[in-house]
């Protein structure tokens, strides 16, 4: 039975299909049939699935192959007709998908036939793919024009989730990976725990609500487990296709809720951001690891460490020493050229790249320069709002990676305390500012609201030079 669950009967209702994002599964009978509280449909299993329209199949006559090479010569793609709308049951994690076998990660062992029994406690995952590329991305408002469409092959992504019985009317829907269908609620959410700070929006650039509840509306398929090849397969109707938004997003919907405003404008939105902590924390229960380098895989631990506060669930604190997550292998602490303490490192681009601030950048090679590049680019300036809003909520202890939060620190902070040190190097303009107007305010309005709070107590270093796959080593501040 499913911990809490209660559903009078008049809640419960039977159904031969359902449908959601134009994705619709048929079953070969009545089923009892619900929604969790984001929206997503579940059914009492186990179900036969008869068929998902658009049905999977082959590529539509006419449809032309548009291929994306990037500057590196890369592409996460392949003319391969043979997939499209593809369904996976996910139980472990990996770069192999069925959903469209344009993505050169496919492997049509992993895509679901119809009809397919779906049993309990499980998940199925249907897309629509895209019949040309490029497409314009979901997030297109907060991007630049030559970022406003990708080269995504999927559309959007559905989850239909099988469960033994019905749960209660307030539950989330339970992760989309694995077998663990462990049930949360939103009658346990701890509201208490979000700030209401005061921000002009008459003053001040405030995007609503319903803009970031949109983001995070429908299911962000993370499963591929950080692999570069992924990013062409998550929807552009579902997901941004780069780590970089996915940190800009999720910190900028974390310091919306924690703006002054009522439960019901921050309802939608506090529900969608749990879903997606929701999901990554079975993702962690099954060995995901967020760090491929350069900024594909930002954003993925902040939305568990929030989910963890507001569910007042500490399982959802993923373990320093055995997990990896983007920001925290990128950031260490060193002794800068500059001066600086709070270090970053690329990790990963094409191979292992060894660290490069410690080097003044008349001793920089290419590699040293792309690290500078993507440092400036696609990372910190990203992380500042998922940062603050970890402050702000008193969980710097909880994340664990002081490096982190210093990095943030040293870039925000608007008086240059190096810039006797920098020999002749301009402090990068980008410095001082993140690419979300509001963050930068919410940052001069409230950084300063942060409460005392707990440093963490674990120190670690991704060391590129270790054979383990776990490449964590001690790391002190120099001077402590």
Not at 19 to 29: A, E, L, N, P
Not at 83 to 90: C, D, E, L, P
Not at 227 to 251: F, S
Not at 329 to 336: E, I, L, N, R, S
């Amino acid at each position: 039975m499913l911990p809490g669950c209660a559903h009078t009967a008049k809640e419960i209702r039977t159904a031969n299909q359902v449908s959601q994002y134009g994705i619709t599964w048929k079953f070969d009978r009545d089923y009892p049939v619900g929604q969790f509280v984001n929206g997503d449909w579940w059914v009492v299993g186990p179900v036969t699935v008869v068929s998902v329209t658009p049905a999977p199949g082959p590529a539509p006559a006419g449809e032309v192959f548009g291929q994306d090479i990037n500057e590196w010569g890369d592409t996460g793609l392949q003319d391969n007709r043979e997939r499209r709308n593809g369904s996976m049951v996910v139980m472990s994690l990996g770069p192999s998908q069925g959903y469209d076998s344009r993505g050169i990660t496919y492997d049509p062992a992993t895509s679901i036939s119809f009809p397919y029994q779906l049993p309990a406690d499980r998940s199925l995952i249907s897309t629509i793919s895209e019949p040309t590329v490029p497409n314009t991305v979901m997030n297109a408002d907060i991007m630049w024009d030559s970022e406003k469409s990708s080269y995504n092959v999927l559309k959007t992504a559905a989850v239909l989730t099988s469960l033994s019985e019905a749960p209660p009317a307030d539950a989330f829907r339970p992760t989309y990976v694995g077998g663990n269908k462990e049930i949360f609620r939103a009658s346990s959410l701890r509201w208490d725990r979000l700030k209401n700070l005061p921000i002009d929006t008459t003053k001040y650039p405030v995007p609503s609500f319903e803009q970031y509840a949109r983001y995070l509306e429908r299911p962000w398929i993370d499963h591929m487990n950080g692999t570069w090849e992924g990013n062409y397969l998550v929807p552009v109707d579902n997901q941004p296709p780069y780590g970089r938004e996915v940190a800009r997003i999720v910190g900028t919907a974390s310091l919306l809720l924690n703006m002054d405003a009522t439960q019901d404008q921050k309802r939608r939105l506090l529900y969608n951001l749990i879903q997606y902590g929701i999901d990554l924390h079975g993702m962690v229960e099954l060995g995901a690891v967020f760090n491929e380098g350069g900024g594909i895989t930002s954003g993925r631990k902040w939305p568990l460490l929030f989910t963890s506060l507001m569910l007042d669930d500490p399982s959802f604190i993923p373990p320093t020493r055995t997990s990896v997550f983007h920001e925290d292998a990128q950031t260490y602490y060193g002794q800068g050229w500059y001066g600086q303490q709070a270090l970053w490192q690329i990790v990963m681009h094409h191979g292992t790249r060894e660290p490069y601030q410690e080097k003044p950048p008349s001793q920089w090679d290419d590699w040293d320069e792309t690290s500078e590049d993507y440092r400036v680019c696609c990372t910190v300036r990203a992380w500042v709002g998922e940062g603050l809003a970890a402050l702000l909520m008193g969980a710097k202890g909880a994340w664990d990676h002081n490096a982190f939060f210093d990095a943030i620190e040293d870039w925000m902070r608007k008086d240059d305390l190096y810039a006797a040190n920098r020999q002749g190097y301009p402090r990068p303009t980008e410095e001082t500012t993140t690419f979300d107007p509001f963050v930068d305010a919410f940052w001069a309005l409230h950084r300063g609201d942060v409460p005392t709070q707990l440093d963490g107590v674990t120190d670690l270093k991704w060391d590129v030079n270790q054979s383990d796959d776990l490449k964590w080593v001690p790391n002190t501040r120099p001077g402590t």
